[in-house]
């Protein structure tokens, strides 16, 4: 921490601001939610993901 402390402060002196990222939010990432549905998909068919893309990714 001490580290990330100094590397901050020393960000700082050069650039005078600091952007901080937003916290995640999977609900902003769309990839999630095609994971979302590729999982429900594999819970119905009772497959393993292996399984899964290669018979819909055809």
Not at 8 to 28: G, H, R, V
Request: hydrophobic share 35%; with cysteine.
């Amino acid at each position: 921490m001490k580290f990330y402390n100094a590397y901050i402060n020393q960000y700082l002196k050069l650039f005078n601001k600091a952007e901080y990222l937003p916290t995640y939010s999977p609900d902003l990432n769309p990839i999630e939610h095609k994971w979302a549905q590729a999982k429900s998909k594999k819970r119905e068919m009772g497959c393993d993901t292996e399984s899964l893309f290669s018979v819909h990714m055809v």
